[in-house]
């Protein structure tokens, strides 16, 4: 465990860091070795050989599913894709201002609030609440398509999760390769333990709030640039340097005034994350049939100048999963706005997971606080 020391001489676990607060079958994270395991599957396993939806059952259901579970769940999953007319409209009624997380961290109440008025069973535990998993993704290429005056799309079933998304978003079948891109960039955010967002929603569910409520304020978790929001930065990162040959300059300049390199660095982590391998895998597929940008070139400057920098400095940081995921998702065609509702719209499948397995084995979280405030004084008698 790691410390910090305070000014009274205590010593405590700053931002809970290496603090053990649970017990959890969902998800292992070696990061000494930079791996991944999602219920004892290594990721690039999961992600070369199963779907999007194989790994939410996974996830949720703890086995991978042979060939006709999988057909079975994954009819199941498509049959809940469909959005509820009143969810179509509350998304019509958002001003253009509110960022989509907002959306989505507001409307995943109502879609739950409005289940209960219809007399659907609320699932408190997260633990059949595969309409979710489904209907994130909806969400998320809905609100695309009403803020951008277009119109809405029909789930089609026949498509995989992936591939149905960007359907949805663009109005037209994606290509084999852009589908499946999609469904493995969805499965390689799927899990990943105890981050702030999946911790946020584990000590919600601990209050035995409902599922709807654990998930909405795990949503706003990942929301902040420091967790899910990283991708979106570090796009705006790419464009604000423009071209390959300035990257150096401009990160060892952000470097000397402090600046964190956003899709850079992990709490856990000390190797390289192996999503960032994966996903940059996909990026140079990508490169070979679809139109090319300068994204790549310019992160892989500005990767080996950080490398170099904090090499010198003893403090070795690596690329973590946002680094080179928006660079996929532009080659997608899908605007920056939408990477971190995306890694939601595949978060979902663990944070549901996460909800169920605290509620099976629940204790409610309550850690303290060391206190650096004035003594107990009587009322009137401090001088301010
Ligand atoms: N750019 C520059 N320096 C970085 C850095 C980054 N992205 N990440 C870590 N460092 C440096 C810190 O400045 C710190 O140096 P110091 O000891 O001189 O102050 C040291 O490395 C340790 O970093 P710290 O922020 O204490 O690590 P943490 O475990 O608290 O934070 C992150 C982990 C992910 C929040 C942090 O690496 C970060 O902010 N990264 C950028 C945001 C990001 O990509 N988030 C997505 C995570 S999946």
Same mark, same amino acid.
């Given at each position: 465990m790691s410390f910090s020391e305070a000014s009274s001489g205590q010593q405590y676990a700053r931002g809970l860091e290496? =603090?053990?607060a649970t017990e959890s079958s969902i998800c292992k994270i070696d990061g000494q070795q930079g791996q991944l395991y999602y219920r004892g599957y290594s990721i690039e396993d999961l992600a070369d050989q199963h779907s999007f939806e194989g790994v939410t059952h996974l996830l949720l259901k703890g086995s991978l599913p042979n060939n006709q579970t999988l057909q079975q769940f994954s009819r199941q999953l498509r049959a809940e894709r469909a959005l509820p007319e009143a969810v179509v409209e509350m998304l019509r *009624?958002? #001003?253009? +201002? =509110?960022h989509p997380m907002e959306v989505l961290q507001s409307i995943i109440p109502y879609i739950g609030a409005l289940r209960r008025e219809e007399g659907r069973a609320i699932d %408190? $535990?997260?633990? /059949? $609440?595969?309409h979710l998993v489904a209907q994130f993704a909806t969400l998320v290429a809905y609100l695309h398509r009403i803020r951008t005056g277009q119109p809405i799309i029909e789930p089609d /079933?026949? %498509?995989s999760h992936g591939a149905n998304f960007l359907y949805m978003l663009h109005g037209k079948p994606p290509s084999k390769l852009a589908g499946t891109a999609m469904d493995v960039a969805l499965t390689l955010h799927a899990e990943h333990s105890l981050n702030a967002s999946t911790f946020t929603a584990r000590v919600v569910a601990s209050t035995l709030a409902n599922c709807y409520s654990s998930v909405s304020a795990a949503i706003g978790a990942l929301y902040g640039p420091l967790h899910g929001g990283a991708n979106e930065q570090v796009l705006q990162m790419v464009q604000k340097i423009a071209k390959p040959a300035a990257a150096a300059d401009w990160v060892k300049q952000a470097l000397a005034k402090k600046e964190k390199i956003m899709g850079m660095g992990h *709490? =856990?982590?000390? +190797?390289?994350d192996p999503r960032a391998v994966a996903i940059e895998r996909l990026l140079q597929e990508l490169s070979q049939s679809l139109p090319h940008h300068n994204d790549y070139p310019i992160l892989k400057v500005v990767q080996e100048t950080v490398r170099d920098y904090m090499r010198e400095r003893n403090k070795p940081i690596y690329p973590n999963v946002d680094f080179f995921s928006g660079a996929v998702y532009n080659m997608l065609?899908? #605007? +920056?706005?939408l990477f971190t509702p995306i890694f939601a719209a595949a978060r979902i499948a663990g944070w549901a997971a996460h909800i169920a397995e605290q509620y099976a084995n629940n204790r409610i979280y309550r850690p303290r606080a060391l206190y650096t405030g004035p003594p107990p004084t009587p009322l009137g008698t401090r001088q301010s």
């Open positions: 290496g =603090v053990v *009624r958002y #001003p253009s +201002a =509110v %408190l $535990s997260c633990e /059949n $609440s595969y /079933n026949s %498509l *709490r =856990v982590y000390k +190797a390289t065609s899908i #605007p +920056a706005n």
